[in-house]
């Protein structure tokens, strides 16, 4: 199978499908011309022509909001917006509009909308552009939120999420557009809602995903050479979340890790840790602990910004609590 | 126009009328919840726009949306329903008075955040583009709406794609109790769109036949060139939802512009163009009576929802928690 980045993924998989569906269309902020500022549209504009790549104005709300639109008369717009930070500017239409469409009116409409977007800090670009606020999103009913953590599951729920009947939120990581996996030549989907067993393991379960799923596995493999063996469950879908694969695994460590780059205060550890407790209380040996982000504003300066953001040591650190 | 046309617009009129007052003593009687926004006073705009549309256009307005529920021929009895947030309302009874809409109709909706549907309806007018339809889109909104943002992202947009949307403001003077010179910088609404190279014209808004006129003109110029924006120029003569003390406007001010009942100017043209009998009209204004009390016993004796229905059309394909 052929190693590709998670940007060749999402690319291809924005390919293969506009290839399949005439209805699929691209818009966003600098898709077409510039080819994407994370480069993952790069060669669309040439080859499927400025109507189904359409460049917007600086304008998230008219993106988001004509995307509803267009997909409410049986479109399937992918919007882009370049970061999740500038989402705020489109909230309303998302949270509003978006997730209720579809309830408001009793079931007459259906808004078949893919948003794409980036989240995640690293990369000294001080406080605005650096939020990872993905369980902000993940707290509306009638918006499903996928945020994929290799580049197999990236190919394969994007093309889920293009062809859901539903709103998808799906959120890509900026540090990890250049991370490596094996995705098949043929085609293939990921449904949403699933969560995954990304490595096996009997001592201890991390719950993680996106960039929080790599830090649980290079975690595991240092941990490994311990000789403690961590079972990493990627959840890859934020709403619906799937608790079973989590359960399941506990019935085996009895102790749980979640790893999220997000703050931890409202976060998706606090989501998982609280449903845990209440559905699965008996499989606790130990208290579930969460590695997030520290509760600050994320400063430029790398040496500050690197302490506030979850670490792998951090996640080491707390496998041996749990473990204690 | 031929007669029947026109004297359909007058049913429409007139039915908006009885029902809206209807639905405020329902209110009042606490059959009703949440928020009751009434159209008495702006029956022509709504009554003169749809009966100028083609059925391939669409129409998309803000949370004051009886009257174009009625106008599209949603029935009364589904409009009723809706307001007592019955299961046999036009929207099951999960979106109440703000949210009717009959996607059969090409009505896509009543939307109750200010100014949030003007996107909407480019991304609506997108649609038919895309597919090299020649549906326009029209979208009314109020003159509080075009202070806010989403207004000039949409019309912006909707300029540089050259998409088919016909922007209506229905200017009835007041964002809740503010005047729009108290709020906008410019109080001739339609000049905004100068500034983004839309044409615009502002008519009557209590003269139907002027609202029907301009608005074929406006449907025709989108369908062939783009954009446009039609102001409106009309007055509620209720308060801005059940519940407005009113304290912004005196009572002088609201019985010089009663004086200009569009149902009344409506009726006085039909006869004086020999459109209709005086007979004719009042049977008319009975028959739409005689439907809204239906609608009442209809409505009244409709079944609420079933629970199980909280967790149904939230997502097409199956719920997830």
Known sequence: MAKITMRQAISQALWEEMERDENVFILGEEVGIWGGTYAVTKGFYDHFGEKRVRDTPIAEAVIVGAAIGAAMTGLRPIAEIMTINFAFSAMDHIVNEAAKMRAMFGGQMRVPMVIRT???????????????????FAHFPGLKVVAPGTPYDAKGLLKAAIRSDDPVLFIEHATMYQVRGEVPEEEYLVPIGQSKIQRPGRDVTLAAYSKGLDLALKAAAQLAQEGIEAEVIDLRTLRPLDMQPIYQSLEKTNRLVVVEEGWKS????????????????????????RVAQKEVPLPYNSTLEQAALPQVVDVIAAVQEVLR | MKKEQLLDMYYQMVLIRRVEEAAAELYQQGKIGGFLHLYIGQEAVSTGLVAARQPQDRII??????GVALNVGISARQVMAELLGKATGISKGKGGSMHMADVEKNFWGGHAIVGAHLPIAAGLALGDQYRGSDGVTICMF?????????????????????????????????????????ASAVSEIRRKADGYAIPNMAIDGMNVMEVYETAQKALAHVRAAGPFLLE??????????????????????????????????????????????????????????????????????????????????IYVEANHG
């Open chain 2, 61 to 66: 307005t803000a949370y004051r949306d009886h």
């Open chain 1, 266 to 289: 409202y976060g998706v550890g606090a989501e998982i840790a609280a449903r845990t407790q209440e559905e699965a209380f008996d499989l606790l040996d130990a208290p579930i602990l």
């Open chain 2, 142 to 182: 109020g003159d509080g709406a075009t202070n806010i943002g989403y207004f000039h992202e949409a019309l912006n947009l909707s300029k540089v794609w050259k998409l088919p949307v016909l922007w209506v403001c229905e200017n009835n003077q007041y964002g809740m109790g503010t005047a729009v010179e108290r």
């Open chain 1, 118 to 136: 980036v989240s995640g800090g690293g990369r000294q670009l001080g406080a605005t552009h650096s939020q990872t606020p993905d369980a902000v």
């Open chain 2, 232 to 313: 409106i120029n009309t007055y509620r003569f209720r308060g801005h939802s059940m519940g407005d003390p009113e304290r912004y406007r005196d009572k002088e001010e609201v019985a010089r512009w009663q004086e200009n009942d569009p149902i009344g100017i409506f009726r006085r043209w039909l006869l004086e163009n020999e459109k209709a009998s005086a007979e004719t009209l009042d049977a008319i204004e009975a028959r739409a009576a005689a439907d809204t009390d239906d609608a009442i016993r209809f409505a009244e004796t409709s079944p609420e929802p079933t629970l199980d229905e909280l967790f149904k059309d």
